[in-house]
Antibody, heavy 124, light 105 residues
Framework: QVQLQESGPGLVKPSETLSLSCSVSGASVSGGGYYWGWIRQPPGKGLEWIAYMYYSGTTNYNPSLRGRVTISIDTSRNQFSLRLNSVTAADTAMYFC????????????????WGQGSLVIVSS | IVLTQSPGILSSSPGERATLSCRVSQSVNDKLAWYQQKPGQAPRLLIYGASTRATGIPDRFSGSGSGTDFALTISRLESEDFAVYYCQQYAKSFLTFGGGTQVHI
């Protein structure tokens, strides 16, 4: 059974960098066939895709966040990470990590499973 | 690609049939998934490929549609089905979600 678990600080000051990790068990992030990605959900609102990455290095970012966000994979620790720079209150959200199967032509598919989420509040 | 879900809130009762709609701004063929999210929990995959149930999902959940119009039907609502439901397209490398439909009693 594949399980994902997010970890990281729950409170980040404005203008600083948000850093989260997602530990994967029951599967290898370098096993192929899957992207590893991040989704966020502001309190009381809907879901927003942030980024995804393949273990070989292919990445894709939401254009609305491009320039502030970096996703990376650590195959030795079987985890992947998110960094979001220059945060503001608008970045306050529950951050979920998830596994995304690779479809035709290397396109991403649906997310399954998801981690439980990590709430990040941006406040001074 | 913009996904518009309706209604925003669906009031229903256990045992009733519920139909949720997801309209997409351009054709995604059958590249649409549905998720269920309960308070304080992560979304759970219900349907992918517009109509294929994910592993372990009860057969009272069914998905239909293609192109730009999709539906999620819950044939007989059970108390555990009261939640928020989201659709998601994956026709493009840029993933997008609908705004959600809350199903409540």
């Amino acid at each position: 059974q594949v399980q994902l678990q997010e970890s990281g600080p729950g409170l980040v000051k404005p203008s600083e960098t948000l850093s989260l990790s997602c530990s994967v068990s029951g599967a290898s992030v370098s096993g192929g066939g899957y992207y590893w990605g991040w989704i966020r959900q502001p309190p009381g609102k809907g879901l927003e895709w942030i980024a995804y990455m393949y273990y070989s290095g292919t990445t894709n970012y939401n254009p609305s966040l491009r320039g502030r966000v970096t996703i990376s994979i650590d195959t030795s620790r079987n985890q992947f990470s998110l960094r979001l720079n220059s945060v503001t209150a608008a970045d306050t959200a529950m951050y979920f990590c998830g596994r995304i199967s690779v479809g035709d032509g290397w396109s991403p598919n649906w997310l399954d499973p998801w981690g439980q989420g990590s709430l990040v509040i941006v406040s001074s | 690609i913009v996904l518009t879900q309706s209604p925003g809130i669906l009031s229903s009762s256990p045992g009733e049939r519920a139909t949720l709609s997801c309209r997409v701004s351009q054709s995604v063929n059958d590249k649409l998934a549905w998720y269920q999210q309960k308070p304080g929990q992560a979304p759970r995959l219900l349907i992918y490929g517009a109509s294929t149930r994910a592993t372990g999902i009860p057969d009272r959940f069914s998905g239909s549609g293609s192109g730009t119009d999709f539906a999620l039907t819950i044939s007989r609502l059970e108390s555990e089905d009261f939640a928020v439901y989201y659709c998601q397209q994956y026709a493009k490398s840029f993933l997008t979600f609908g705004g959600g439909t809350q199903v409540h009693i």
